[in-house]
T-cell receptor, first 108, second 116 residues
């Protein structure tokens, strides 16, 4: 089957670093994507990985290990506006499969 | 310019009614999708269309009928609405179908459907 798991909720402090993990059990993922979704809004694209390793984009980085079925999103220098849900998604034939999402709360 | 737009943003209706949600994208993408996001915020694929053709129907009840008059539009019609249909429905698009490339998808603002 195709399954993607993420922690339900995380809390971190402004200025800190947080790592949001995503594990998956599926084959045939063409890429592993990360989206941010603020309450009441649409998901917006943050980052993706095709090959194993780390992709860095400013304060956000994403890592993928295909052999371990594991990815993480790293957020540095946390800001209050980073409080949102973070969705991990895999692209398979003709569809994207989303994880359950991680709700991140950033505290002052 | 809005890349992916949906109307209406909010829809409140009675059980048993029929309603439609419209979606349009001006990105020139070939593939469009409908997702349902439930109260637990789980985002689940419903349909995928590529060049106006249905390519994925993710075991959605046939009360839901998508229609793609052209590549830029994918509408969703729902018959005999039920309480369990209450959710946020997102339209999205990507250049190529998921799995064919690493293209990301772009989401519309969502339609919050409430069935009373």
């Amino acid at each position: 089957g195709q399954n993607i798991d993420q922690p339900t909720e995380m809390t971190a402090t402004e200025g800190a670093i947080v790592q949001i993990n995503c594990t998956y059990q599926t084959s045939g993922f063409n890429g592993l994507f990360w989206y941010q979704q603020h309450a009441g809004e649409a998901p917006t694209f943050l980052s993706y990985n095709v090959l194993d390793g780390l992709e860095e984009k400013g304060r956000f980085s994403s890592f993928l290990s295909r052999s371990k079925g594991y990815s993480y999103l790293l957020l540095k220098e946390l800001q209050m506006k980073d409080s949102a849900s973070y969705l991990c998604a895999g692209g398979v034939t003709y569809k994207y499969i989303f994880g359950t999402g991680t709700r991140l709360k950033v505290l002052a | 310019d809005t890349a992916v737009s949906q109307t209406p943003k909010y829809l409140v209706t009675q059980m048993g009614n029929d309603k439609s949600i419209k979606c349009e994208q001006n990105l020139g993408h070939d593939t469009m999708y409908w997702y349902k996001q439930d109260s637990k915020k789980f985002l689940k694929i419903m349909f995928s269309y590529n060049n106006k053709e249905l390519i994925i129907n993710e075991t959605v009840p046939n009360r839901f009928s998508p229609k793609s008059p052209d590549k830029a539009h994918l509408n969703l019609h729902i018959n005999s609405l039920e309480l369990g249909d209450s959710a946020v429905y997102f339209c999205a698009s990507s250049q190529d179908p998921a799995g064919a490339s690493t293209d990301t998808q772009y989401f519309g603002p969502g339609t919050r459907l409430t069935v009373l």
